[in-house]
């Protein structure tokens, strides 16, 4: 069969660039560390891979929202706690102003206190977050939560009920937000007092004044269980997000688990790929370089030395046990070289004719009849035509 000089350079380009090309692949492999760079590698595995990284994805988005609304809820909690420190203190302020032995001196003394009382109770209401909004506002964000209203001289609540939901798992969902509905009551018996307390004759075992205070008091009680029932409701929620978080984790290290099972490269079986097909390059190359070096003058030539070199190979030498010397005589020289040209061979020297007399003597029975006799030539003789008469006696 005849194969042309393209079609050889054909072949074996392709044979270079498939090798070439899964050594790429292998090395890739190795770099990333996944068995599976294109779906068509495994189309099964790869709808499963997709399929668990969809999921590890989602599950790692409900854990970011399950951080966040931990987060907040965390700092709400911190918020709350302060109103309840706050309103703890105040209520003890009261108890102390509704003793009868307290001058009006020593009333008029409690305003001040009652009055940063107010403003922090007010402050920690309308509490902001980095963003900006509102967080005790329901879902009015953009809306302070209590407003002092000049016209009626009374602070009322601005804000909404409303729960800003969020979702933390597959149909799950978790309240971010607080409000402080009924606060503006306590801040609005707390101006009372403080106006009760300010007047110049105040008197401690007056009806009205002990009123006032005995008023506000329950005001105390009230925004106290409201305040801490919200800081209860969010460590409860914290709980709950807790166990849910838990769950989530549990999922997603199950799904990694079984990402790297079915994704994950076998660096052992890979680098002996890698191996094979690296020296199934060399080997291409070396066979292009070897074909691309014959031409049909080489072929002849060779085949001429092959045919007509009358030298034989060189005879090597026994192999010798290692750490010794070959042996004196070990080593068989080749034989002299024997010349091409043509010798002359010697021919065998040819029988000379009979003696004429042979005929007669045999025929008359007589051996004595000739007295002469020929003698035939040695072989190893040099003589062509060596024969001599002898005489019998």
Request: glycine share 6%; net charge positive.
């Amino acid at each position: 069969m005849r194969i042309a000089t393209s079609q050889y350079q054909a072949m074996m380009t392709q044979s270079l660039q498939t090798n070439q090309e899964r050594i790429t692949y292998v090395t890739q492999q190795m770099a990333n560390g996944n068995r599976i760079q294109l779906p068509s590698d495994d189309p099964v595995d790869s709808v499963r891979l997709s399929r668990l990284k969809r999921e590890e994805a989602t599950i790692a988005q409900y854990r970011s929202n399950v951080a966040a609304v931990n987060e907040r809820l965390a700092k709400n909690e911190g918020f709350l706690q302060n109103m309840v420190n706050d309103m703890g203190s105040g209520r003890d302020l009261l108890v102390w102003a509704s003793d009868g032995s307290n001058s009006s001196q020593d009333l008029n003394a409690m305003v001040t206190s009652l009055v940063s009382l107010r403003d922090s109770l007010l402050y920690n209401a309308n509490t902001v977050d980095q963003e900006g909004r509102y967080v005790f506002s329901g879902t009015a964000t953009g809306t302070p939560a209590i407003t002092y209203d000049a016209t009626d001289k009374l602070y009322k609540y601005t804000g909404n009920e409303n729960d800003q939901l969020v979702v933390v798992g597959n149909g799950i969902t978790q309240v971010g937000n607080q409000n402080v509905k009924g606060l503006q009551d306590l801040l609005n018996q707390l101006d009372q007092t403080i106006s009760t307390l300010s007047a110049p004759s105040v008197n401690a075992n007056d009806p009205a004044v002990r009123s006032v205070l005995k008023a506000n008091l329950d005001g105390f009680d009230t925004a106290m269980n409201l305040i801490a029932g919200k800081v209860a409701v969010i460590g409860g929620q914290q709980n709950i997000l807790k166990t849910i978080d838990a769950n989530h984790e549990n999922v997603s290290q199950s799904n990694q688990t079984a990402i790297l099972d079915i994704g994950q490269l076998d660096v052992g079986t890979a680098a002996i790929e890698l191996n094979g097909y690296q020296t199934a390059l060399e080997a291409s190359y070396k066979a292009y370089s070897k074909i691309g070096s014959l031409s049909l003058f080489s072929v002849v030539s060779s085949s001429w030395i092959t045919r007509y070199d009358p030298r034989p190979p060189a005879q090597p030498a026994a192999p010798s046990a290692p750490g010794r010397m070959p042996r004196p005589g070990s080593f068989r020289p080749a034989p002299p070289v024997r010349s091409t040209t043509r010798q002359r061979t010697r021919r065998p020297a040819r029988r000379p004719p009979r003696h004429r007399c042979a005929p007669t003597a045999a025929r008359r029975g007589s051996r004595a009849a000739c007295r002469t006799r020929w003698r035939a030539p040695s072989r190893h003789s040099t003589i062509s035509t060596a024969w001599r008469p002898s005489s019998r006696r």
